[in-house]
């Protein structure tokens, strides 16, 4: 049908004639459309220019400032705020503008490194852009669905997310999930008849929404609305775009500042009141408590934590993992299990027929991937011409019963559509039928897509007779049959049991078998119903065909069982056919124990506690339904798992979003998986799952360095504060030092450890328990003992000075020059440049780790020393004068202290 030429209406339609109330024959009309042509080029461009894009305005969320005010709204920040207002009521100016100043400056970096992290994540996310099918020029085409314009005919299957508010012309057991606009929590079933003016919007059959998802069977509508002008651009859906940073790990650390809080006011409170006790002046003591607080809060350490999982979900994403929910980054590095698809994340997905079996007799298939080069063999090799009549009519069926297309680009055959599907076209081409020289001859008069509840995809066809043409799984299609085709093209008795046998022997050498039947219909069916495939089917023969491993896949199912993750692959395909492919790769090999298989049969007979141990035993789950792939998920968590489900049709939703780390295919999932999911693989490789669990755990012990660099800081600085404001002597620190080392030195130093790479033994770390605390117990012995060192380094070094005569002042720039100095050792011994370093001293290392960063932050922080101890400016601002040769002697000695000291805690706690 040519392109329609009516003129599209100037605006969209009123009120009064609102698409449901209106035949779709009238809204086709009223929008310029036509059922099976759509719109042409030139119309669609013009009402882009008149409608936009078909996408929501992004929700700007809070202004910048009070994004700003809120990086304030921290307890350990309100300490810093009162201490600077006492410090002013108490004419200490200085003192107070400075406190004020590293608040706003620790304000700041959260509110940048928050921005930059919500910017990055957001970006990821519009990165994945949904696709839609559409009809225009009389063409069928996958277009984004940005691009939609009212008027637009589109084609809807199961999977689908709605791109546009559609007016349904034709639907075919369309059901629609719109619990998102609407409240009800089931599919509703769709039917393209009008509808009164007055019924409500949950009621609106002949209606689809923007943004409901396609639950079953097929549908066709043309556009009526798009963008802020659909009905889910009249909802406030700022909650559901904004990015949020929150993750247990943030919420723990959360926890963790309040209690910290509470310690510090109590411990600060203690030391007010011991020393107003004593008769103390009260300024002295009040500095001692201020001093105390600023030096127990690790004010760099929040930052830290946003850019460290910020980079983490760049990295990912370079690694083709897409993080959609943030909690992922951290759950990826607790996952002990990982249930995988076989068909394209396990192996290559380029699928080819090998084997078919017509008349029981097989035929082997030469040639590979989805070029139609190569020939049909007989059991003796020679190439088969003319094809034997049963032969004829399997390959005949799997052209038929078809969606698929193969495609030339380049010298290259591509396919669109479905790999299976692309492989029988090319098996078929090797024996002289093609698509283009049947369809003529066989013209499709209807057809029932492919469900999983029913593993089968059948198609109605005209010819010299007409004829119902099926093709699906051998559990599926072999019980609806009455007989089967002989060799030489006759209808004979079915023989159930040998088929099966050839079934079990085929499956055995890993191929994936698909069964083919049909049956003639009468000539005035214009129409299919499901009771059509009932009984009366011929069984006309199988095609075998082989999706090979991908080898990257190989290494990755190795590398995640060496590091404690178990690896279950859960297919649709026959329970021989999975375990074949699963030997190859080697699942369950390293638990040294026999591969275990069970089917959807097998689990469906079983009580809920053979059920359990299945889950925790098995290794492949073979014909697995929707809904037991849900309850494995739930038996695994049960057993105490952290669970990463892949997963790519819309049955998968409901285990995607029970698993742990929901995960769903970028390329072949549909858009209901893609929304239930955590993470998205761009590349549908299981090599990828593995790289984003390193990534996970990179993260997380990345995290900890941080931890373990910043708190011991805190501690031998809180230490020597207290005993000193409890003896009565003058601090080694002041609080404004307190803030210099806190903010300015540890974030420059601290920083760089958040683009650590990953250690040589990440992936041969057991899984981290989800529910460790933040800081266990090997974490607070690390903490401790260097906690321990640096009180002492620096009343040491404060004491020495004092006793040789220096000043005050040079004692205290000393001291802290010589903890600086320390922190340089210690930073570099939980690194991986440090820990390489002594490696090759030792002859254990061939190569240095690389670490521009470390290097950078380094330099920078010792620039910044010598700033702080020799510029006159920073000399008034913070009470400190130049060092010479004996305090630089005493920071060398104590950079050389540090080398047991950190070797004692790397041995305390070597997660670090």
Known sequence: MPPATTAAPSTAPQASEQPHAQAAEAVLSQWGSTPDGGLDAAEVAHRHERYGWNELPEVGGQPAWMKLLLQFNQPLIYILLAAGLIKALLGSWTNALVIWAVAVINAVIGYVQEA????????????????????????????????????????????????????LLAVRDLQIDESGLTGESLPVAKDPALLPEDTDLADRRCMAYAASFVTF???????????????????????????????????????FSRVLLYFILAVAALTLAIGLGRGQPFAAVFEAAVALAVSAIPEGLPAVVTITLAIGVNRMAARHAIIRKLPAVEALGSATVVCSDKTGTLTENQM??????????????????????????????????????????????????????????????????????AALLAAAEKGGLTQTGLEPSFPRLDAIPFASEYQYMAALHDGQERSLQVKGSVEALLPRCGGMLAADGAVVPLEAEAIHRRVEALAGEGLRLIAFASRPMPHHRHDLQRSDLDGELVFLGLQGMLDPPRPEAISAVQACQRAGISVRMITGDHAATATAIATRMGIGRAAAEELRAYTGQDLGAMDAAAFAAAARDGQVFARVAPAQKLQLVEALQAGGAVVAMTGDGVNDAPALKQADIGIAMGRGGTEVAREAADMLLTDDNF???EAAVEEGRTVYRNLRKAIAFLLPVNGGESMTILISALLARD????????LWLNMINSITMTVPLSFEPKADDTMAQPPRDPGEALITPRLLRRILVVSLYNWVLIFGVFEWVRGGGGSLELARTAAIQALVAARIIYLLSISQLGRSLA????????????????????GLAVLLQLLFSQWKPMNSLFSTVPIAGPQLLVCALAMGAMLPVAWLANRLDPDA
């Not at 009526?224 to 940073?245: F, H, K, Y």
């Open 731 to 738: 601090l080694p620190i002041l609080a404004l030092q307190v």
């Open 687 to 689: 090599a990828s799952i």
């Open 116 to 167: 930059r992290a919500e910017g990055a994540i957001a970006a990821l996310a519009r990165s994945v852009s949904t696709e839609t099918t559409v009809l225009r020029d009389d063409q069928t085409l996958r277009v984004p669905s940005r691009d939609l314009v009212p008027g637009d005919v589109v084609l809807l299957s199961a999977g689908d997310k709605v791109p546009a508010d559609l007016r």
């Open 352 to 421: 080819t027929v090998q084997v078919v079996v017509a008349g029981g007799v097989s035929y082997r298939v030469s040639g590979s991937g989805y070029s139609p080069h190569g020939d049909l063999l007989n059991s003796d090799g020679a190439v088969l011409d003319p094809l034997p009549p049963a032969l004829e009519q399997v390959l005949r069926c799997g052209v038929l019963c078809n969606d698929s297309r193969l495609r030339q680009q380049h010298g290259v055959w591509t396919m669109e559509g479905v790999p299976t599907e």
């Open 217 to 255: 069977g097929q549908g066709r509508g043309v556009v009526v609305a798009t963008g802020e002008a659909s009905e889910m651009g009249e909802i406030s859906r700022s909650q559901q775009q904004r990015v949020s940073l929150s993750t247990p790990l943030t919420r723990r650390f959360a926890s």
């Open 839 to 858: 490696r090759r001293l030792l002859g254990r290392a061939d190569a240095v780790a690389r670490a521009p960063q470390l290097l950078l932050g380094i």
